[in-house]
């Protein structure tokens, strides 16, 4: 697989499965990478973790243990300085916080410590890869479905994610902007939830209160929402299948085993299936180019992504499908993938 760079080695832009044992895997591997887990109280996240284990396993490059920052700033920055304490020379993060790791990423490029970013794209501070999906397409296309099955009226709830973050920031934009421009006449309640699920759940009880005419939700965050969302219908008794009277049309975002069995349900109708096994492979590519000195330019891949140029890097912009009734059972889904797989979604 071809990646546009200005590198001289052409084994080094061929990506396959046998990629991260690569075809340098001698002198240009040295070097052990860093990598800081994001959280492990959603399940999306413990997938991406599966995923780096597994890749890791299979004759990957050599990587420090794990940390995990349980999506608190402060022990992103304290885990990172740890493993690059250990002789991590390369780090690969996804802060949540993307405005405050500025600093940490200053002291990184003063020690010659190229950052691969996952998921996350952070405000400032340099950064060698963005691993990620177009989140501004999320709003969009979650608006975009929503407006159509609503025919263009009604009531929605919005349960954002961390406006602080890059990714709430950009789902939340998208969306009220396609919205605004082309469903004029629904009305979109916006939850701020910090991505936590009990506050989801208790600003969506706390909106139906007051409108118990809601006709759709969109969650940012299936791995966080779907449970205590789908237990507050139940609860409330409107949780309803798709085609029957009084169903909520509910989307989500991250295309986790769970939301694709609800989708099968019938208890929700679609989520945009964030590619949890994508970025595990590509966070290490890149972090093994990095450590070979490799360097990449804005263009199309050959892996169905365009790397993108940013204020202060580049940023490898993955596809992130979306899946309904229609294609739930699809075996290229990485969701299926890890069912069949016997891994934990």
């Known amino acids: 697989m071809r990646l546009?760079?200005?590198g001289?080695?052409?084994?080094?832009v061929v990506l396959a499965a046998a990629a991260l044992t690569g075809c340098n895997r001698g002198s240009d591997a040295r070097g052990a990478i860093g990598i800081d887990i994001p959280r492990t109280d959603t399940d999306f996240w413990n997938s991406y973790q599966h995923y780096l284990e597994k890749d890791?396993?299979?004759?990957?490059?050599?990587?420090?243990?794990?940390?995990?920052?349980?999506?608190d700033i402060a022990k992103v920055v304290s885990n990172v300085q740890a493993l690059t304490g250990q002789g991590a020379r390369v780090i690969v993060m996804a802060p949540q916080d993307t405005g405050a790791v500025s600093a940490e990423l200053e002291r990184l490029a003063a020690k010659k410590i190229p950052v691969v970013s996952v998921d996350t794209r952070p405000d400032e501070g340099a950064v060698y890869?963005?691993?990620?999906?177009d989140n501004r397409a999320y709003g969009e296309k979650s608006c975009a479905y929503l407006g159509k099955r609503l025919g263009g009226r009604g009531r929605v709830a919005e349960l954002q994610g961390d406006l602080s973050s890059i990714n709430g920031r950009d789902r939340s934009r998208a969306f009220a902007s396609c919205m605004r421009r082309k469903f004029p006449k629904i009305t979109v309640h916006e939850l701020a939830t910090d991505w936590k699920g009990d506050v989801a759940s208790a600003k969506l009880q706390g909106l139906l209160a007051q409108h118990k005419d809601l006709d759709g939700i969109y969650m940012q965050a299936g791995g966080a929402f779907l449970q205590p969302t789908l237990a507050l219908l139940e609860?409330?008794?409107l949780l309803r299948p798709a085609g029957a009277k009084g169903h909520i049309t509910i989307i989500s975002n991250d295309g986790i085993p769970d939301e694709l069995a609800a989708i099968r349900a019938g208890k929700i109708d679609a989520t945009?299936?964030?590619?949890?096994?994508l970025y595990a492979r590509y966070a290490l590519y890149y972090a093994r180019a990095a450590l070979t000195g490799k360097t990449f330019r804005a263009g199309p891949t050959d892996h169905g992504s365009t790397i993108v140029r940013i204020r202060n890097g580049l940023e490898d912009q993955?596809?992130?499908?979306l899946v309904t009734k229609d294609n739930v059972d699809d075996t290229t889904l990485w969701a299926n993938q890890l069912d069949r797989a016997g891994g934990k979604g």
Request: overall charge positive.
């Open 235 to 237: 609860q409330q008794k």
């Open 272 to 277: 945009l299936s964030q590619p949890a096994d």
């Open 129 to 133: 890869m963005v691993v990620r999906a």
């Open 4 to 6: 546009r760079t200005t």
């Open 8 to 12: 001289s080695a052409a084994c080094a």
């Open 56 to 71: 890791l396993a299979h004759g990957g490059p050599s990587a420090l243990p794990l940390s995990t920052s349980q999506n």
């Open 318 to 321: 993955l596809p992130a499908p």
